[in-house]
């Protein structure tokens, strides 16, 4: 099979660098990780062959690239805690203090995103609840040799990285895609690049366990 036959998250999992491609057009790889790629790309208006171009251009600069289906499934668990999960618990806390900022700042602004931070109080519960989760109930299943019983656990937290999606395309909504006005201050702009950061890092968390642990864990 070619890699213009495989899915969205099989191309991820099989050149990780592929990642960055997909984020810079909008190609949902994490919770869309089972759209064929051809489809992905024609949905999108993007011809295949140039976004494999990019993705080989993009193996080949020296980015990390991680095969993490090939990795033990303990190495993948504690990339997973270190990498994202303590960046999550730290990174939305700072998001709320911004976007409050911005919003108290800017009310009076057209382009201000108004509601942003409410719903990032809504992401930080959701998020919080979902790491918990995995940390306590999913993770120890797993590292005890008995993923094959975690089934129901799995379909609880995919329903909740479905969730977790729905909440960017909000993000995305309210901050008209990260458009910044020409007057936007120095907290504004750090606001959505910081947004935009949670946005990739979220995809990519979600990622790792849709596509490669919780497949294999079930199958181990």
């Known amino acids: 099979m070619n890699d213009a036959e495989l899915t969205l998250g099989e191309l991820v999992t099989a050149k990780p660098t592929a990642a960055g491609v997909f984020h810079r057009h909008g190609l949902d ?14 949905a999108e208006g993007l011809d295949p062959e140039l976004v494999l171009a990019e993705i080989a251009e993009s193996s080949a ?12 499934l303990d190495q993948l668990i504690h990339h997973i805690v270190r990498r994202y999960h303590a960046s999550l ?7 709320i203090d911004l976007a409050e900022r911005v919003e108290q700042v800017h009310a009076d602004k057209p382009d201000c995103p ?10 930080r519960e959701a998020v919080e609840s979902h790491l918990a989760k995995e940390e306590q109930i999913l993770f120890p299943l797993i590292l005890a040799g008995r993923g094959q019983t975690a089934l129901m656990p799995v379909q609880v937290l995919m329903q909740e990285h479905e969730d977790h999606g729905w909440n960017l395309a909000r993000i995305r909504d309210i901050t008209n895609n990260f458009a910044l006005p020409e007057y936007a ?17 979220l995809m990519d968390h979600i990622h790792l366990e849709n596509n490669i642990l919780f497949p294999r864990a079930l199958t181990a």
Do not use: H, M, N
Not at 114 to 123: N, P, S, Y
Not at 185 to 201: I, T, V
């Open 185 to 201: 201050c120095a907290s504004w702009r750090e606001l959505y690049r910081s947004l935009e950061q949670l946005e990739r890092e």
């Open 114 to 123: 108004e509601g942003l931070a409410d719903l990032l109080v809504q992401v």
């Open 89 to 95: 618990k730290t990174q939305i806390p700072r998001l």
């Open 61 to 72: 600069d020296g980015v990390e690239d991680v095969r993490w289906d090939t990795r033990p």
């Open 29 to 42: 790889f994490c919770c869309g990780g089972k759209q064929p790629f051809a489809e992905a790309c024609a």
